[in-house]
């Protein structure tokens, strides 16, 4: 990709697209080489061993920019509903625990009501398959 360009995905308010936003936003942060605040707090080892050129202070300042370069992408990606619950993080880390600690359980929730409505769709006797299976698709 020379213009590296990327479409950010967007959070489904009901957190039913979790699991894919999740991979393709840790995917696009680590694209952009922002990856390391998803799991830090401060600045970082790869940081000062990429650039060991650079003074401590610039590379803070870099760590800063980024920072708010990966809390815009994770924030401009969130319905306002969610984007209250991380507006007060003051890092991307603290956002993205917040994202997870909330989407993780809801996600096995989800999980196990989706498990409940396939198990529970079946095709009646004598009734349509092609029916049946458009239900499953819906679900």
Known sequence: MSDNKVATPKLEGDGSNWGTYHDRMRLILHLRKLGDHLTLVTLTATYTTQWPAITAGALQAYWEANKITAMSLIASSLPDTV????????TVFAQWE??????????????????????????????NVCETFNQLAII
């Open 83 to 90: 984007f209250s619950l991380v507006k007060n993080q003051n």
């Open 98 to 127: 917040a994202l997870k600690k909330k989407y993780d359980t809801h996600s096995s929730n989800h999980r196990f009501d989706l498990r409940s409505k396939l198990m529970n769709t079946r095709c009646l006797e004598g009734g």
